[in-house]
């Protein structure tokens, strides 16, 4: 720019351009492009690049190319596999770098262009992402649910160990509560959680989890293009802006609730921002997102998915490749599974007969061991290779107490012992733990002497098998028997 400045300041003091030439050392073409532009121009090609050696190639590249439309991403041409065939199969004899730069000028014209949304107050979109965490001390994946207002951008995260069709409609109601209202409608990628199917004229059968919430909450869906994330570039957006910002480093919690609790303030410090172009905060244009949305149904939704199974000859009910056990008294039985987020719930009829924590592994088995005692009860040599029971850590109580019993019953101690155990099917661990303690200390080992104890703790009344607490009773002394007593009493006897 400065020798512009001086040449064209020269030319017009009355220099020539022979002369301005000579005087800055600069060829005659230069001085004229620098009378004829009062700034630098830049380079301007004036004829395409000639690539002789790679024109007669270049419909085998772009036939190459056009064929990986069709292959997995991640078996596509890269420009080094396309100089390699060009060398092997068609004697190429140009170099490396002709090939790249096509290749990438190529893809360059080929990219997708998109056209700047506006978006109206009122409307969502909701997508799923992944991370990894430390929840409870293991480093496991987490996948978390992301909606996002795109005209005010406020989002709402949270957390699950898998993103099921549980955990989608868990996660449409926690944010539904988090805003307070619903939206008109929610924009969606076509995840197999809430499309079953896309019909051959393009509308989505949905999911039966993903139908029954629509039909409770009454927002619309919308689908963006099969495998083109960027219809729902906003929410896109929103996932990794979370993965960067609130979980980086890699989070550590006691529990899902704790991390939850941390993502849902996370969402609420974000409303105080102002986003780039924009002069509001990001709470002050959510209040208009608000008053468009429609407001939350107020009866709850049970995000849970349902199914039927029946109950196996080991008591155990499959679902989602896991099985759960339930009590014996329930085996070979028609039973309804309810799948929530946090734990599964069997039933048989219209009684809930089992509880467990739901289990995000395959092929597990979950056992609770109280479900199996009556019939360890019956067959009481199953006790020590009971497999529900393998891993039941109980107290050291309850081991001295077995040991007792066995010692002075032998196989019904066993029994007896088990029958101690049921005693879970009815009262607290806490209480029966308590009670064990205090027949160890009495030295009152039986089943009846545990549940005598077990039921004076929870009625609040002294055990009778305590004698100190009735100091007004008279005590028996028995005395040790002498031989000499016997012999007196023979010599009464005689005649």
Same mark, same amino acid.
Request: hydrophobic content about 40%; charged content about 25%.
């Given at each position: 720019?400065?020798?512009?400045?001086?040449?064209?300041?020269?030319?017009?003091?009355?220099?020539?351009?022979?002369?301005?030439?000579?005087?800055?050392?600069?060829?005659?073409?230069?001085?004229?492009?620098?009378?004829?532009?009062?700034?630098?121009?830049?380079?301007?090609?004036?004829?395409?690049?000639?690539?002789?050696?790679?024109?007669?190639?270049?419909?085998?590249?772009?036939?190459?190319?056009?064929?990986?439309?069709?292959?997995?991403?991640?078996?596509?041409?890269?420009?080094?596999?396309?100089?390699?065939?060009?060398?092997?199969?068609?004697?190429?004899?140009?170099?490396?770098?002709?090939?790249?730069?096509?290749?990438?000028?190529?893809?360059?014209?080929?990219?997708?262009?998109?056209?700047?949304?506006?978006?109206?107050?009122?409307?969502?979109?909701?997508?799923?992402?992944?991370?990894?965490?430390?929840?409870?001390?293991?480093?496991?994946?987490?996948?978390?649910?992301?909606?996002?207002?795109?005209?005010?951008? %406020?989002?709402?995260? #949270?957390?699950?160990? *898998?993103?099921?069709?549980? $955990?989608? +409609?868990?996660?449409?109601?926690? &944010?539904? =509560?988090?805003?307070?209202?619903?939206?008109?409608?929610?924009?969606?990628?076509?995840?197999?959680?809430?499309?079953?199917?896309?019909?051959?004229?393009?509308?989505?059968?949905?999911?039966?989890?993903?139908?029954?919430?629509?039909?409770?909450?009454?927002?619309?869906?919308?689908?963006?293009?099969?495998?083109?994330?960027?219809?729902?570039?906003?929410?896109?957006?929103?996932?990794?802006?979370?993965?960067?910002?609130?979980?980086?480093?890699?989070?550590?919690?006691?529990?899902?609730?704790?991390?939850?609790?941390?993502?849902?303030?996370?969402?609420?410090?974000?409303?105080?921002?102002?986003?780039?172009?924009?002069?509001?905060?990001?709470? %002050?244009?959510?209040? #208009?997102?608000?008053? *468009?949305?429609?407001?939350? $149904?107020? +009866?709850?939704?049970?995000?849970? &998915?349902? =199914?039927?199974?029946?109950?196996?000859?080991?008591?155990?009910?499959?679902?989602?490749?896991?099985?759960?056990?339930?009590?014996?008294?329930?085996?070979?039985?028609?039973?309804?599974?309810?799948?929530?987020?946090?734990?599964?719930?069997?039933?048989?009829?219209?009684?809930?007969?089992?509880?467990?924590?739901?289990?995000?592994?395959?092929?597990?088995?979950?056992?609770?061991?109280?479900?199996?005692?009556?019939?360890?009860?019956?067959?009481?040599?199953?006790?020590?290779?009971?497999?529900?029971?393998?891993?039941?850590?109980?107290?050291?109580?309850?081991?001295?107490?077995?040991?007792?019993?066995?010692?002075?019953?032998?196989?019904?101690?066993?029994?007896?012992?088990?029958?101690?155990?049921?005693?879970?099917?009815?009262?607290?661990?806490?209480?029966?733990?308590? &009670?064990?303690?205090?027949?160890?200390?009495?030295?009152?080992?039986?089943?009846?002497?545990?549940?005598?104890?077990?039921?004076?703790?929870?009625?609040?009344?002294?055990?009778?098998?305590?004698?100190?607490?009735?100091?007004?009773?008279?005590?028996?002394?028995?005395?040790?028997?002498?031989?000499?007593?016997?012999?007196?009493?023979?010599?009464?006897?005689?005649?």
């Amino acid at each position: 720019m400065e020798l512009y400045r001086k040449v064209r300041l020269a030319c017009a003091d009355g220099m020539s351009k022979r002369a301005a030439a000579r005087h800055f050392n600069i060829s005659r073409d230069t001085v004229a492009k620098a009378l004829a532009f009062s700034v630098p121009p830049g380079y301007r090609r004036t004829a395409p690049i000639k690539r002789p050696k790679l024109d007669g190639f270049i419909a085998i590249i772009d036939a190459w190319l056009e064929g990986d439309r069709e292959a997995p991403g991640k078996q596509r041409h890269t420009a080094k596999r396309v100089f390699d065939r060009l060398r092997a199969e068609h004697g190429f004899t140009g170099g490396y770098t002709i090939v790249k730069d096509y290749v990438r000028e190529r893809e360059r014209r080929k990219r997708e262009m998109f056209v700047p949304l506006a978006h109206p107050p009122g409307h969502a979109q909701a997508d799923f992402g992944e991370a990894v965490a430390i929840i409870g001390g293991i480093e496991q994946k987490a996948c978390f649910f992301v909606m996002d207002l795109p005209h005010s951008d %406020a989002g709402f995260v #949270r957390a699950y160990p *898998a993103a099921t069709a549980e $955990a989608w +409609a868990d996660g449409h109601v926690h &944010a539904f =509560a988090f805003f307070g209202r619903v939206p008109l409608s929610i924009l969606y990628d076509n995840d197999r959680c809430l499309v079953s199917k896309i019909l051959p004229d393009g509308t989505r059968k949905r999911a039966r989890l993903f139908s029954a919430l629509q039909s409770h909450y009454l927002f619309h869906d919308r689908y963006g293009r099969p495998g083109k994330g960027n219809d729902k570039g906003s929410v896109e957006g929103l996932v990794g802006f979370a993965r960067r910002n609130f979980m980086v480093p890699i989070p550590r919690f006691a529990s899902w609730e704790e991390f939850n609790a941390y993502l849902e303030a996370q969402c609420r410090k974000r409303w105080n921002d102002i986003l780039r172009g924009h002069k509001e905060t990001i709470g %002050a244009r959510l209040q #208009r997102d608000l008053e *468009a949305m429609r407001p939350v $149904a107020t +009866a709850p939704f049970e995000a849970c &998915a349902q =199914a039927s199974g029946q109950v196996s000859s080991q008591a155990l009910v499959r679902y989602d490749t896991n099985d759960y056990s339930v009590p014996v008294a329930h085996g070979h039985q028609d039973v309804w599974i309810r799948g929530y987020v946090e734990e599964v719930v069997i039933g048989c009829r219209g009684e809930v007969i089992a509880r467990h924590p739901r289990c995000y592994g395959r092929e597990d088995v979950i056992y609770n061991p109280i479900h199996y005692l009556p019939l360890i009860e019956q067959k009481i040599n199953a006790l020590d290779q009971a497999a529900p029971l393998a891993d039941w850590h109980l107290p050291e109580e309850f081991d001295s107490l077995r040991r007792l019993m066995e010692a002075r019953m032998q196989k019904m101690g066993r029994r007896e012992y088990v029958q101690v155990l049921r005693l879970l099917e009815t009262f607290g661990f806490e209480d029966l733990h308590a &009670a064990v303690k205090h027949a160890l200390r009495l030295g009152a080992v039986s089943f009846d002497a545990v549940k005598h104890l077990l039921l004076c703790r929870i009625e609040k009344r002294p055990a009778k098998l305590d004698l100190d607490v009735y100091p007004f009773l008279p005590r028996a002394n028995v005395a040790t028997t002498s031989p000499a007593s016997y012999m007196s009493l023979m010599t009464e006897a005689r005649p």
